[in-house]
């Protein structure tokens, strides 16, 4: 149960209109999804959060869109947010991603929490070699 | 400074010894960075850590060597570990990473830490959508 | 579901009950909220959190009782606490948070939470100005 | 030390000079802290976070500076990011926080952060009076 | 909803079918848990996570099992993982962890939640005293 | 570099100066540690600490002093609190923890980060065998 209402396109001021507009156009999609919605009771917010969205993880330059979708649902299962695994879940199997590409993330992943928190628990000093 | 020393070569242990010389033939390098060093002082951690990152993060299957550092890099700076982000991004330099792939790299990681972090503060409910 | 069984008024032992009594007495409320319910299994730690929390959000010394909700909720969604998000969320809005404060506790938690994963990932040297 | 190099002036091109005239001319000062340096080796993300935080952290709508700052050091401390804790406490200290209310934050954060992996272990429902 | 599908017995290859086996062996149940269904979907992972388990939680070395399962539940709680505070808080049950060695268990991590943020938030420098 | 001063023996006013002597005498050494002098700039703070830590660690009711201290550099590993691992390593050492013991320790701590990642990453249900 969401902290805020989610805000319905009857309850759209026209900042927000705005906003859900730009997304349905950019994605190709009529479907907006509840983060927007839950974000939609600040105009502000929304607006500066959709734009930052829409530059990183929009226009292709360096790494393409499904590498930066497996880098989400790192970011996301590392800090246990929920929604957030299950929305960039769904968005890197829309881009392409196969049950092996998902395989390797997940062990990806895990591996690297358990040896963070060995790394921690020791409190490895930085080795010369990896400072610039 | 660490919590338990670092094993050198001449307090290597036959079963330690043999982990430090499948380093340095996996990776093709003489040297042995810090982390194995400290995990030595428990030989059986330090085998079944070698071996997981090796099968992980050796053979090339589904995702590429430095996609699978890019993921190894966001997942250490999101649960932050010092010592984790400075040896995976020294590594994914040596796997080929480019300025501007770094840059995207970070704008993804703090795009996503921002966005997580608002769905947790607004417990937004997930989408029938991204269910599966 | 919890892990532990919430304790009822008919099932609390005379420390238990103290600490309900004490609870309804200085929040002017009957209600009793299911974390101390859930504490309640062990009365020792149910006596101490209830005092120092009684002790730190009660008291107004140097910071007004709703900046201290609005702190609280702020820790809340960093950490990833759904249950206390939702309870010190309530308890930010029964202060006299508005919409719009509500907006801008968002706004700077997602900006914190971008930039401190950009720092972590940099790994930014403190400058010598911040030292005291 | 940083995993990217600190952009001096010197070796600043015309984009991230924008962004440090604005941040010195923003702030009245002329010194331009590390973070920004070692953001400004991606311009896009730079002008990116400087424009949020700008707009985020500048103007006074709903909660005083003081307040934002209070919330950037709780957030800091929550995740564990050393640079952000001195130079938002430092930033605190700047707009007029006292020992006394330092103190108080320092309090809640310990207290939330307890409170918070209580309610976590024992997954503690959501109560009907927290739902809106 | 889990974000990849469990694995029923009936749809396990013969990969899964012998990790399940030997989880039902090892443990004298006919029971296999989500987390194992939900890991089946790459059989790679589901194998190194089991074997893994085996080793570290299986043999009695120099920790007890149940203080084992004690030290799984604190960092479960503190990293904010529901299945895994549910699933091995029932297993430290099933160890025979009593009610009050529960009630101290929580109070440390409680303890050490907050004294873990009031030292990140002060910055407190490393005694010489407690480096080898 | 702390973020606060460190409050001496000669700069402690009454309050503070009846904690750190009662340190002294609880632990039967004359050393108070840089935590407590960090914390004495908030006497309440300092009092209330002192107190919670003196009444969790202290007595042995249910858990031997070992594995409380176990589980508090476990929570601190895992929160990633420099100054929690090093002087909880040193204070288990000091109560006896052996080499092998703090090997399982890491291993344990190591494999619940792995663990609690994939669990999140795949958003496991949780089995109804492990309600209450």
């Keep these: ?5 989610l805000v319905t396109d009857e309850d759209a001021g026209p900042r927000v209109k705005a906003v859900f507009d730009d997304i349905r156009e950019t994605r190709g999609t009529d479907y907006v999804n509840n983060f927007w919605r839950a974000l939609a009771a600040d ?4 607006e500066r959060t959709w734009q930052e969205v829409k530059a990183v993880m929009g226009a292709e330059v360096a790494l393409d ?9 790192a970011v996301s ?3 246990g947010c929920s929604y957030c695994v299950h929305s960039h879940t769904a968005a890197a199997r829309a881009k392409g991603m196969t049950d092996a590409q998902y ?10 929490a358990k040896t963070n928190r060995l790394a921690e628990a020791l409190q490895v000093p930085v080795d010369e ?3 610039r």
């Design 65 to 73: 869109p499904l590498t930066r979708e497996l880098l989400y649902v």
């Design 103 to 112: 395989g390797e993330l997940l062990a990806v992943v895990g591996l690297a």
């Design 1 to 5: 149960m969401a902290t805020s209402p």
């Design 77 to 79: 299962a590392t800090s």
């Design 129 to 131: 070699a990896f400072l």
């Design 43 to 46: 105009p502000a917010t929304l």
